[in-house]
């Protein structure tokens, strides 16, 4: 037979009939799935229409037609005053040493507390109160419990350390938590098993598999709080806000933007160290 007869179906490519049913049923349009992005798009999209005026998103035009302040804003702010270095350093120190005992003192109460909001260690009943009370730690932002804490002990760092202790709890704890639910539970029931109690069980069969991950979240919590910790001296509770927002409320836009080169310089530092650290843990 010549190649000018040859049957044409040897050469053609196998239509969809030829395919599993498996590759069909992936190539089938899902349209549920379809029509559910959209409608959360359409959602979306409201949300942000009925938004745009209670938020004020329709004064971008002031950043135009307030050039000229912008201009001497700007211009201020390209000139750092480095005058009060040593000063600037003292404050972001005691910023970090805010953010390092919150860190501490959230991590060392949050182990327990992770534990117990976790359903596979802990009874429901125990549970859901500890869960709604994390909750409502996680829920108060840092400045507020700052504002509380000045008033209950007075002006200073430990109103700080107090203030991001309360609130890195309740996310500390949460996260500790989803680490200690995802474990594999046949270690567990292993030691179970030898008639271990459940302390035991704990220390020696859960701690091990979530120690890298609980390790990772302290120090990523840790760099936040460093960040968040630059802000709360703006209601009193030590650090360097209180210099930042001094210099900026006197229009001193070059000191203002001194402080903030020195803070930046110091977040990136922890960051990169914590950075290699966590690479090492996990």
């Not at 004064?59 to 005053?81: E, G, H, Q």
């Amino acid at each position: 037979m010549s190649l000018a007869t040859a049957p044409a179906t040897a050469t053609a490519t196998p239509g969809l009939q030829d395919l599993s049913p498996e590759v069909r049923d992936a190539l089938r349009p899902r349209w549920s799935t379809f029509l559910g992005n959209a409608a959360v798009a359409l959602v979306l999209t409201v949300l942000l229409g009925l938004s745009y005026y209670p938020a004020e998103v329709n004064n971008w035009t002031f950043l135009i037609t307030d050039a000229d302040n912008m201009a001497v804003f700007i211009s201020d702010f390209l000139k750092p005053d480095f005058t009060d270095l040593g000063m600037f350093i003292e404050k972001m120190i005691e910023t970090v040493q805010i953010a390092l005992w919150g860190s501490a003192l959230s991590i060392v109460v949050g182990v327990p507390c992770g534990l117990l909001s976790s359903n596979n260690i802990a009874p429901v009943w125990v549970v859901q109160p500890m869960r709604r009370l994390m909750d409502a730690c996680r829920a108060i932002n840092e400045l507020v419990f700052a504002i509380l804490f000045v008033a209950a002990v007075g002006l200073g760092p430990f109103a700080g350390v107090m203030a991001l202790f309360i609130h890195n709890l309740g996310v500390i704890s949460k996260l500790f938590s989803e680490a200690v639910e995802a474990i594999d539970p046949r270690p567990v029931e292993a030691i179970r098993a030898t008639g271990a109690s459940r302390l035991q069980q704990v220390i020696y069969g859960v701690i091990p598999q979530v120690l890298p991950l609980w390790s990772s979240f302290s120090l990523y919590r840790f760099e936040t709080l460093v960040r968040s910790a630059t802000v709360l001296g703006i209601v009193g509770a030590g650090g360097i806000g209180f210099t930042f927002y001094e210099s900026f409320r006197s229009f001193q836009y070059d000191r203002a933007a001194a402080v903030i080169v020195v803070v930046v310089a110091v977040v990136s530092i922890i960051d990169m160290l914590s950075s290699q650290l966590r690479k090492r843990l996990i």
